[in-house]
């Protein structure tokens, strides 16, 4: 069972991306701020990070570049949950090195079909 | 003129010729002739031209008009110049070329010709003052130097030819009297250097006291002073005084007076003339007895020749009217022929005078009216006609009497100055009108036969028998029509037309000229009303020794108006003064930095005004310079600008408001703006939850709900997925107004575009039973956002589905042509009214069929379809048909090339 870690400051939606994500089979590591998600991301070992943009203390985009910039997870897929769904948000995200993005409001369906995706492009 | 006067003809005529030879240029004619007949009436025409008439050319005319002798004088005056060289034929062959000695020599011969018993002496004496060539006649004088004499007052350094100085020639003893003569030459300087002579002939007062011996009571001489008679041998027995012994009291009353007058001598009444006579007590006067009945039957029998001239040049025509039978030998050897002469050359003598009297006239006279006045005095004395007139013409060009006349004897033609009253001639009528249409003088010889003379029998009634009228044109009008009458009937004289003539051309010239003075004048008034009525002060200000200009000299009155000062005032004031103390100093630096650049200066500040309160003003100043562009003086004015000041200041004030407003705009919007951007992200995320949540539920197993929750739940659903459109919309707007709707642009193809928005629109469709088809070409490339044309088509076709009722259609068109591409929307809908389409565009704008039939919208929709259209610089419009259907019409340029450029 590939372990995903979802990092969202508002718990309603935490609980609900997670919800899905375990319905479809997944095994989900929450975090209610960036700082959580880099300390679970040491820990945990999660396969695939799903990141809220805007999250207290540490921001989606730092939260990526932070596991770009660290060896050990460099590779790891990141897909961020963006609320403003423009470009310059989307090209910062990309740029900072998120594997892809799903804009807000999203559809849970939608989400759980990326995160499919990520793992089955890389099987 | 009659044999009467030839005698004093020929003296005229001889002195003409005196003069003549004076003329030769750069030399001094003197002649004496030694004849004590012209010496006296010389003696007498000097006294006319020093008497006390200011008018010397009054004087002249007197003389010429009475005395009928005589002549001459200043021999550089052109005017008389040509007098003296066109005496006749004879005389210029006589005077002119060879030697300056033979011409005198010629001239000589010349008088003896003609006055055989007279003594000739004549000499020239040029500028150096020496005498150059002499010619006599007869026995030279017995000569005595008389130079250091001191009994005669003109005696001056003797021989000494300069300006001021009396020349006097030898003194000689007349041969009719026996006396001493003195001729005397004054040399008058002139404006251009020329030297010429005036020539004086001076009578000693032995011919007087000679005279007086024998002419029983004729001739008197007075001493002004006392009034004692000092010569008169009948006097003693008249008077009973004795000579020499303080007078009557009656001569001592003369002495005060000038001129002549009536004076009663015991039961007589005598008339006399005074004359001032020169000589040691320079305070005698003669005094001629004019009228004598007893001398008239007894006198002048045995009186020598000589008296009898004393009698002419001294007493005038009326002691001459005896005299002149006396005298008629004399007159035998002049000819008619010399007697005409002498009138044409009198009569351009007096033209020259009278042109020059007018000229004078001209300069001296108040009006026109003033100088005809003079005018006609002028040409009545020198024609000697009595009677003279003037008509002035009105505006129609009919003469009208001005009532400006000369009369010689005031008591004098009154009927006919009364039959001329207020006479008004029409051009061409009476004497004047001919004169006025002919534009040239008329003659009337004699007007007892003239029908035209409209006053002819007030004429006949005064004995006015010739006329003549002499019209004057200025500037091609005619100014005046002068009229003059004499009594005696006077054939048409051309010398005398001639002057008339010239007489009005000189006056037109005057007049002319005085004219175009009245008119610069005039001007001037008008230009100096104008600038003083500019509504600003004008000024100049002088320059000062340490080269600055705040020395003002002008200002124009107006200053007054601007700050309360009068123009002397203001130039008494120092002008540092009147600034304003915040303006002084700069204001005086700028006039101190242009004082030294002489660059116009041109600055706004303020004044103060003499009540104390501030006067904003323009200045502008500039330097005139002179030819070589050195400044003479600053020119300039100061223009009141307070109110122009007052409204900027207002509308600073405005603008300021304005400003202030606009930043509070400004900060609305951006408030606005990040509302909408905070709510729109507020509401997105609850929304997310609400709609995950739901859909998290309804995905659950079936069993879980009954039909009735789940039916509840999809209602929530359906609002929540409302509610989501709604903040799209609201953030889309947001980013319209905020100018940051960016389109990523890209090649695409609207076909497809249009094609994915019909599929998605077919499950409604088919829900409400439409049938919805797309058509057009198959491809149709431009370049856009997708993303965003996308939101437009679906936005008009689910519009579209929305008013159209069950059964009707909805078809798509997207066609490629012309470089655009058209997307048409065509229902068979309600349709929209004419009215409701102008407003169809604007953001929450619901159709009164929406509200109604509470069809679900946001009134975003179109107004959003609007903003993507015009971001991609294309069109939308629409056709509706109430109850038939609308077709939204979009177009898009292609832009292919362009982007395919830009790749």
Redesign the interface.
């Known amino acids: 069972m590939s372990k995903v870690l979802v990092a969202e400051d508002d718990a309603d939606i935490r609980l609900l991306v997670s919800l899905r994500l375990q319905n479809a089979g997944y095994e989900v590591v929450q975090a209610e701020d960036g700082q959580q998600a880099l300390e679970l991301v040491a820990s945990e070992h999660p396969e695939l990070c799903v990141l809220d943009v805007s999250m207290p203390k540490v921001d989606g985009f730092e939260v990526t570049r932070r596991i770009r910039a660290n060896k050990e997870t460099e590779r790891l897929p990141v897909i961020l949950l963006t609320a403003r769904a423009q470009t310059r948000d989307i090209s910062e995200g990309l740029a900072a090195g998120a594997t892809d993005y799903v804009p807000k409001p999203f559809k849970a369906e939608d989400l759980v079909a990326r995160v499919n995706a990520e793992f089955e492009g890389r099987q | 003129m009659t044999r009467k006067s030839l005698s004093t003809l020929r003296i005229a005529r001889l002195m003409a010729l005196i003069a003549a030879i004076g003329l030769v240029p750069l030399a001094v004619g003197i002649v004496v002739i030694r004849r004590s007949s012209a010496e006296n009436a010389r003696v007498a025409l000097d006294q006319a031209l020093t008497s006390e008439s200011r008018d010397r050319g009054a004087a002249l005319d007197h003389y010429f008009e009475r005395a009928r002798s005589v002549i001459l004088l200043t021999a550089h005056n052109p005017a008389f110049a040509e007098f003296y060289a066109l005496p006749g034929a004879r005389e210029e062959r006589i005077l002119s070329g060879g030697p300056v000695v033979k011409r005198v020599e010629r001239a000589l011969a010349y008088l003896e010709q003609l006055y055989p018993e007279s003594i000739g002496e004549a000499c020239f004496i040029d500028r150096s003052g020496s005498e150059n060539a002499r010619a006599v006649r007869g026995e030279p004088a017995p000569v005595e130097d008389l130079a250091n004499e001191p009994r005669n007052p003109f005696f001056g350094p003797t021989f000494a030819l300069r300006p001021g100085a009396v020349y006097q020639a030898k003194p000689y003893v007349s041969q009719d009297t026996g006396e001493w003569v003195v001729s005397n030459s004054t040399i008058v300087p002139t404006a251009d250097g020329i030297k010429h002579a005036t020539v004086h002939f001076e009578v000693t007062v032995e011919s007087f006291r000679r005279a007086a011996a024998t002419s029983r009571r004729r001739v008197y001489v007075v001493d002004a002073k006392s009034g004692a008679v000092v010569l008169d041998s009948n006097l003693p027995q008249r008077v009973k005084a004795p000579l020499g012994r303080p007078g009557d009291r009656r001569f001592s009353a003369l002495a005060g007076r000038t001129g002549h007058g009536v004076l009663s001598l015991d039961d007589q009444r005598i008339a006399y003339r005074r004359l001032p006579v020169r000589q040691g007590n320079a305070n005698d006067w003669i005094v001629v007895v004019e009228s004598d009945p007893v001398a008239a039957t007894t006198g002048f029998g045995g009186t020598p020749l000589a008296i009898l001239a004393v009698g002419l040049g001294l007493i005038g025509f009326g002691v001459a009217r005896r005299w002149v039978r006396l005298s008629n030998d004399l007159d035998d050897r002049a000819t008619a022929l010399e007697l005409e002469e002498f009138e044409r050359l009198r009569v351009k003598a007096a033209l020259a005078e009278l042109v020059q009297q007018v000229g004078r006239a001209a300069e001296t006279s108040r009006s026109e009216r003033q100088l005809l006045e003079r005018t006609i005095g002028y040409l009545c004395l020198y024609a000697g006609w009595p009677l003279g007139h003037v008509f002035l013409p009105d505006e129609n060009g009919t003469l009208v009497d001005s009532d400006i006349w000369h009369v010689e004897e005031p008591a004098r033609f009154r009927h006919f100055r009364k039959a001329s009253k207020g006479l008004r001639l029409p051009l061409g009528e009476g004497l004047p009108g001919r004169a006025a249409k002919d534009r040239a003088p008329v003659w009337v010889a004699n007007l007892a036969t003239d029908r035209f003379f409209v006053r002819r029998d007030a004429a006949r009634q005064e004995g006015i028998a010739t006329a003549l009228a002499i019209p004057i044109v200025a500037d091609g009008e005619l100014v005046a029509v002068l009229e003059l009458f004499t009594t005696s009937p006077v054939a048409r004289d051309k010398a005398l037309l001639d002057l008339a003539g010239a007489l009005a051309l000189q006056l037109s010239h005057v007049i002319e000229r005085k004219r175009a003075a009245d008119a610069a004048h005039e001007a001037d008034a008008r230009y100096r009303r104008l600038v003083e009525q500019l509504p600003l002060a004008l000024y100049v200000d002088g320059p000062s020794a340490d080269g600055t200009f705040w020395n003002g000299t002008y200002v124009s009155p107006q200053i007054e108006v601007l700050l309360g000062h009068t123009s002397e005032q203001w130039l008494s004031m120092p002008y540092s003064d009147a600034i304003h103390p915040e303006d002084r100093n700069w204001v005086i630096a700028a006039h101190e930095d242009v004082y030294a650049t002489h660059e116009d200066f041109d600055h706004e500040y303020r004044l103060l005004h003499r009540d104390g309160t501030t006067v904003w003003v323009r200045d502008q100043m500039i330097f005139v310079r002179d030819e070589h562009g050195k400044p003479l003086f600053a020119q300039g004015y100061l223009l009141d600008i307070t109110r122009r000041k007052e409204y900027e200041a207002q509308l600073d004030e405005l603008l300021a408001g304005e400003r202030e407003q606009n930043e509070q705009l400004r900060e609305l919007d951006r408030l606005k703006d990040e509302f909408v951007a905070l709510v729109s992200?507020e509401l997105?995320?609850?929304?997310?939850?609400i709609?995950?949540?739901l859909?998290?539920v309804l995905?659950g197993a079936p069993e879980e709900l009954t039909d009735e929750q789940r039916q509840f739940l999809s209602v929530v659903e359906r609002n929540a997925d409302r509610l989501?459109r709604l903040v799209g919309d609201l953030l889309f707007v947001a980013q319209v107004d905020a100018g940051r709707l960016?389109l990523?642009l890209d090649h695409l193809d609207a076909a497809e575009v249009g094609a994915e928005a019909v599929e998605a629109a077919r499950p409604a469709a088919d829900q409400k039973g439409l049938e919805l088809r797309l058509v057009g070409d198959p491809q149709a490339e431009l370049v856009g956002d997708r993303a965003r044309l996308a939101q437009l088509v679906d936005n008009l076709v689910s519009n579209a589905i929305k008013f159209t009722p069950a059964g009707g259609h909805v078809e798509v068109a997207v066609r490629n042509g012309g470089g655009n591409v058209t997307i048409e929307v065509t229902d068979s809908g309600m349709g929209i009214s004419a009215e409701e389409q102008q407003r169809l565009f604007q953001r929450f704008y619901r159709t009164a069929a929406a509200t109604s039939q509470a069809i679900p919208g946001t009134g975003l929709g179109l107004s959003i379809s609007k903003a993507i259209v015009d971001a991609h610089e294309g069109t939308i419009e629409l056709e509706s048909a109430e109850g038939h259907g609308t077709t939204f019409r979009i177009t898009i340029p292609a832009h292919i090339n362009q982007i395919a450029e830009a790749a």
Do not use: F, I, M, V
């Open positions: 992200h997105r995320t609850p929304l997310t939850s709609r995950g949540y859909e998290l995905d989501q960016a990523e």
